[in-house]
């Protein structure tokens, strides 16, 4: 896995911070944006556990979750492990998140902080 990061993009005129990005601001309707990094922290607000998953996918369960930052964004996506809970700290990592046809796909999904 390489180290790739997060990148949220932040109205220039009101501060909002989306992902992905949007052609407006929804908050105060600017086109105007700047890239900024999301972080290397987030917490678990929700998961699920996917038994019947999706194809090119072979680890059974599939957990999936909705992340959040720091800055308040928020993301959907795969969890590494299926010891999870609400409220658990996680980083996002970028890697293979499943193979079509024959195609590795990449994409960020999470992984729990190591604490020592």
Do not use: W
């Amino acid at each position: 896995m390489s180290e790739q990061k997060i990148v949220g993009y932040k109205c220039k005129n009101c501060g909002k911070v989306y992902y992905p990005k949007h052609s407006r601001c929804f908050k105060c309707k600017s086109k105007d944006f700047e890239e900024i990094e999301l972080g290397n922290i987030c917490t678990l607000l929700t998961y699920t556990k996917l038994y019947a998953i999706p194809r090119g996918i072979d680890k059974v369960p599939l957990v999936l979750g909705i992340v959040e930052f720091e800055n308040g964004v928020r993301m959907l996506g795969q969890i590494t492990t299926e010891k999870v809970e609400i409220g658990m700290k996680l980083r996002p990592i970028f890697g293979e998140l499943r193979i079509i046809d024959g195609k590795p796909i990449f994409g960020f999904k999470f992984e729990p902080l190591k604490t020592t």
